[in-house]
């Protein structure tokens, strides 16, 4: 039990739909970041949230988008989703990043 | 983009061998990061370094900052099976986003 919990944890989508990831932080984590992964590869940086705000955005199309809420959750939302979108998605959250970040056990996204 | 070179990319370990891998980068870091990931899990944090030259030990995990801030090195002393997994090495700039090396897969030696 890491205290970051992801949901679902696995999910199938067919090609164009839109999906929304869940991610709850505990308590006091205001940092929240949103991590892809494909398979084999190690995990790159979607974008992170601080005290609801986006302040720092990695290489990805504006149709991936999150949301942070004021209860430690958090949403990453993909639009028009593509095969290559198939990865696992990972949150982390932290209550300071200097001090490293708390990462989920990832949703598992397959595109068809 | 910054980009970090892990290896080796795999290996393999007999129970009470001493392993070792590595990371570099083209960029420098102000803090590196090793992370363990098995399979259905996300990365747990095993070790994190803040300063150039610094050596953190973590039971039977040793890291070290490389001082030119643009290597990292992870070694696991009297390995045992359950180290099998996949290490990561991450560096961090400034208080956002990791930076993660594709990976050392540890598998053990039948």
């Known amino acids: 039990e890491t205290g970051v919990t992801q949901s679902p944890t696995h999910l199938i989508k067919t090609r164009g739909q839109q999906v929304t990831l869940r991610c709850s932080s505990q308590?006091?984590?205001?940092?929240v970041s949103w991590y892809q992964q494909a398979l084999g590869q190690g995990p790159q940086f979607i974008f992170q949230?601080?005290?609801?705000?986006?302040?720092g955005r990695g290489n990805f199309p504006p149709r991936f988008s999150g949301l942070q809420f004021p209860n430690y959750s958090s949403e990453l939302n993909v639009n028009a989703l593509e095969l290559d979108d198939s990865a696992l998605y990972l949150c982390?959250?932290?209550?300071?990043?200097?001090?490293?970040?708390?990462f989920g056990s990832g949703t598992r996204l397959t595109v068809v | 983009g910054q980009q970090l070179n892990q290896s080796p990319q795999s290996m393999f370990i007999q129970e009470g061998e001493d392993v070792s891998m590595n990371c570099t980068s083209s960029?420098?870091?102000?803090?590196w990061l090793w992370y363990k990931q098995d399979p259905g899990e996300g990365p747990v944090l095993l070790i994190a370094?803040?300063?150039?030259?610094e050596l953190t030990s973590n039971g039977r995990l040793t890291a070290q900052f490389g001082i030119t801030r643009k290597d990292s090195f992870l070694n696991i002393s009297a390995s045992i099976p359950s180290d099998v997994g996949i290490y990561f090495c991450?560096?961090?700039?400034?208080?956002?986003?990791?930076?993660f090396g594709a990976g050392t897969t540890v598998t053990v030696r039948a």
């Open positions: 370094l803040y300063k150039a030259g």
């Open positions: 949230y601080y005290r609801e705000e986006e302040n």
């Open positions: 960029s420098i870091f102000n803090t």
């Open positions: 308590s006091g984590h205001n940092t």
């Open positions: 982390a959250s932290s209550p300071d990043p200097d001090y490293g970040y708390t």
């Open positions: 991450a560096g961090q700039v400034g208080d956002y986003k990791l930076s």
